[in-house]
């Protein structure tokens, strides 16, 4: 069975910090990784996926995350935090062998202090 | 014009109240979703669709139905409404079954069962 955690439900950081969002996961088989952001009001909308090949992955809003197979991980940092990034990550995982099906994290609340 | 829409976006119903929340997709995709959301605990399944034919229950089905009137159509009913189905709920899309492309949500329905 597939499963994610997500460390920490709720981080805060200051403008222009370092932002790092913990997610590890649990897959029988090489897994597709996922991290979608949820702004207020809204659905989930993709930031950023890992499926084959680059380990370290690029997403949108300058947001990247570094699949590690030997740590089950797939952490999700940006290198200066803006106050429009305020909002809950989501991490999630998928694999064939669960017909396709994601398995998302409980989720962190990033805060941006000014 | 959004691709994946719900109705309606707030409901506020009574305990035993039947309730259908209904979801279109102009994406094409022939996979739909249902989750909740439930502070802390992220999205739990309700129910998935591959296709018109082919529906399937996901971890917290009881209590729930739904029906794939076409591809573009997944509606959620709540047969006996129950207070602790008071939640957020999303309607998702994706391209396949294989896993490896994201899924894109819908607004959600925040939905309250007094």
């Known amino acids: 069975a597939q499963s994610v955690t997500q460390l920490g439900s709720h981080v805060s950081v200051s403008e222009g910090a370092l932002v790092l969002l913990r997610c590890n996961y649990s897959s029988s088989v090489p897994p597709y990784l996922f991290w979608y952001v949820q702004y207020p009001n809204q659905g989930l909308q993709l930031l950023l996926k890992y499926t084959t090949g680059a380990t370290l992955v690029k997403g949108i809003n300058g947001f990247e995350a570094e699949f590690k197979k030997s740590e089950t991980s797939f952490h999700l940092t940006k290198p200066s935090a803006h106050m429009s990034d305020a909002a809950e990550y989501f991490c999630?995982?998928?694999?064939?062998?669960?017909?396709?099906?994601?398995?998302f994290g409980d989720g962190t609340t990033l805060t941006v202090k000014p | 014009d959004a691709d994946v829409t719900q109705t309606p976006r707030n409901r506020i119903t009574k305990t035993g109240k039947r309730i259908m929340l209904e979801c279109s997709q102009t994406k094409g995709h022939d996979r739909m979703y249902w989750y909740r959301q439930d502070p802390g605990l992220g999205l739990r399944l309700i129910y998935y669709?591959?296709?018109?034919?082919?529906?399937n229950k996901g971890e917290i089905s009881d209590g729930y139905s739904v029906s794939r009137q076409a591809q573009a159509k997944f509606s959620l009913s709540l047969e006996s409404a129950i207070p602790n189905q008071t939640a957020l709920y999303f309607c998702?899309?994706?391209?396949?079954?294989?896993?490896?492309?994201?899924?894109?949500f819908g607004p959600g329905t925040r939905l309250t069962v007094l």
């Open positions: 998702a899309t994706s391209r396949d079954r294989g896993g490896y492309n994201e899924q894109f």
């Open positions: 669709s591959f296709d018109v034919k082919d529906i």
């Open positions: 999630a995982v998928s694999d064939p062998v669960n017909a396709g099906k994601s398995t």
